[in-house]
Structures are given as structure tokens and as C-alpha cells.
């Protein structure tokens, strides 16, 4: 009976996978000294793990979707290698575009960026 649930519990219901979908707390500093550049009054194309930290904004989109807005927020190793496929693509298309198209570094830490537009 005990190996039976032991075989249910770790090879069916895998309870220890969600622990690997976090994020340490030094990428959440990371994140949170680098959001508040970004003014509360611009608007920010951000990727999805960002999107809910930067909810309360009257413009926000999702990064993949506009990529032209004042501010676009980035942080890869949110994503945790699971990107939709072709996304990871997108998203570097998307920063070497802007970069070349005036946008430069507001703020950079760890692997979050922060770009600003002129």
C-alpha cells in the first residue's frame, strides 16, 4: 500500500515540479529595482511574467503583441525556457529593432532590461 502511493504521489501527481517554476529572489530584485524606472504615465510593452507587475498602468501590452510603446520591460529567465515556439525569436527580433530604432537602456539588471524610447 505504501509503495503504491509513494509510486502515485512522486510518478502521477509529481507534488515537487512547481518548484522549479519559480524564480530567485535575487531575479525578483532584480525585477523590482529596474520597474520603477519606468514613469507612471508612459506606456510599456512588457513580457508576460511582467505584465501583472505592471498592471495598474493606464497603457500596458503584451510585448509580442506591441512593440512600439514608450518603455519596454523585459526579463528572459522569467519565462524558464518555456516559450511558445517561434517566441524566443520574436522577442530577440523585437529588442535588436528597437535598439536600432532609438530606444536605449533605461535600466539593466541581472536579466532584466529596461528600454526607453528616445
Avoid at 511558445?84 to 523585437?94: D, L, M, N, S
Avoid at 532609438?102 to 524610447?117: D, E, K, M, Q
Wanted: hydrophobic residues 40%; contains cysteine.
Amino acid at each position: 500500500m505504501l509503495a503504491a502511493g509513494l509510486i502515485l504521489s512522486f510518478a502521477v501527481v509529481r507534488p515537487f515540479d512547481e518548484v522549479g517554476t519559480y524564480i530567485s529572489t535575487a531575479q525578483v530584485s532584480d525585477i523590482e529595482s529596474c520597474l520603477p524606472s519606468i514613469p507612471r504615465d508612459a506606456s510599456v510593452s512588457a513580457s508576460n511574467k511582467l505584465l501583472p507587475h505592471l498592471s495598474h498602468r493606464r497603457e500596458i501590452y503584451l510585448l509580442t503583441m506591441k512593440s512600439d510603446a514608450d518603455y519596454i520591460a523585459i526579463d528572459l529567465s522569467t519565462y524558464l525556457g518555456q516559450f511558445f515556439p517561434g517566441e524566443e525569436a520574436q522577442i530577440r527580433t523585437i529588442i535588436s529593432h528597437a535598439l536600432a530604432n532609438g530606444y536605449s537602456v533605461a535600466c539593466s539588471r541581472g536579466t532584466t532590461v529596461i528600454l526607453h524610447r528616445g
